[in-house]
């Protein structure tokens, strides 16, 4: 992260502005949102308009939340600075926003009557990631993303009305194999902060070592392990594509998008024959752009956007 950018971050937490304007605000959300690299467009152009500073507003806040746990590099000024951001979202639900962040975040929990619990989640998994960076098991793995991808889902579905939980296992599975889709494509990063997302049974059981990814050695010990991981991650997207068949068309364009998104980073992934300790697999924005185009006409024609 560049040091401007920090302290942008860090201001959106530190200084406390009561007096901004909503307009103010939801500027600042909007910028965060727009200009930050994901695998996927956010808020991309055809939500409607109603809808789309909504969802700039919260990934704002998870934005935010998540770089207060990645970029401080100090683990106790981190989980203060995570202290700080937890009691100011309480002091949002209490009525009084403290910043900027929690004036635009403030709008968009009372204009759909958000529980608090979702964002609760996420600062936990935002915690958890500075004082846990290694996992048993793969139910392990899927305890974490619970909290630390689950409930944007869960906040998505929110704000366009789907109140039916029976869509939650299919929304968690879209968003747990999105988390997924992170941690294979970004071995390298993780393991630079001493992060490591593969299960230790499956390292065990494919006998592949810490020194291995420490050291970037790829080897077709590697290659059988990751190939396993992402073969299952893509079971989770196929379920979690049920839930295509209870949206309309308002909020269906985005989420095909984002299945696409993490769709093309496993694919990828199998195109670098799984090798990703010499090179990230990323997406380009004209790359992003044919995801986009293909879901919408696909979506015009009357056919599943993320489905051949």
Request: glycine letters at 4%; one cysteine or more; hydrophobic letters at 40%.
């Amino acid at each position: 992260m560049k040091k401007e950018e920090s302290n942008l971050i860090k201001g959106a937490v530190f200084n406390h502005q009561v007096d901004v304007s909503l307009a103010e605000a939801e500027a600042f959300t909007r910028k965060l949102a727009v200009t930050h690299y994901e695998n996927f467009i956010v808020g991309s152009i055809f939500l409607p308009k109603e809808k789309r500073q909504h969802i700039y507003n919260i990934y704002a806040f998870a934005r935010i939340g998540d770089d207060l746990a990645d970029e401080i590099p100090d683990t106790e000024e981190s989980l203060s600075a995570l202290e700080t951001y937890e009691r100011q979202l309480e002091a949002c639900y209490a009525g009084n926003p403290e910043s900027k962040i929690f004036v635009a975040l403030s709008h968009t929990i009372r204009e759909f009557d958000i529980p608090i619990q979702p964002f609760r989640r996420l600062l936990s998994a935002f915690k958890q990631d500075r004082i846990k960076n290694r996992y048993a098991s793969f139910q392990d793995v899927l305890g974490y993303c619970e909290n630390s991808a689950n409930p944007i889902g869960e906040l998505f579905l929110h704000i366009f009305g789907y109140r039916d939980h029976s869509l939650l296992p299919y929304s968690d599975a879209i968003c747990t194999a999105l988390q997924l889709t992170n941690f294979w494509q970004d071995v390298n990063r993780d393991a630079a902060n001493n992060r490591i997302y593969f299960p230790q049974e499956d390292l065990e059981r494919f006998g592949v070592s810490e020194g291995d990814i420490f050291s970037k050695h790829f080897s077709e010990r590697f290659r059988t392990l990751l190939q396993f991981e992402v073969n299952r991650t893509q079971n989770l997207f196929e379920k979690g594509k049920e839930l295509f068949h209870f949206l309309k068309k308002d909020i269906l364009l985005d989420v095909c998008l984002f299945v696409a998104g993490g769709e093309a980073i496993l694919s990828k992934i199998k195109n670098q024959d799984y090798n990703v300790l010499d090179r990230r697999p990323d997406l380009s924005r004209k790359e992003q752009v044919r995801l986009f185009s293909r879901a919408w006409w696909r979506l015009k024609r009357g056919k599943n956007g993320c489905k051949s």
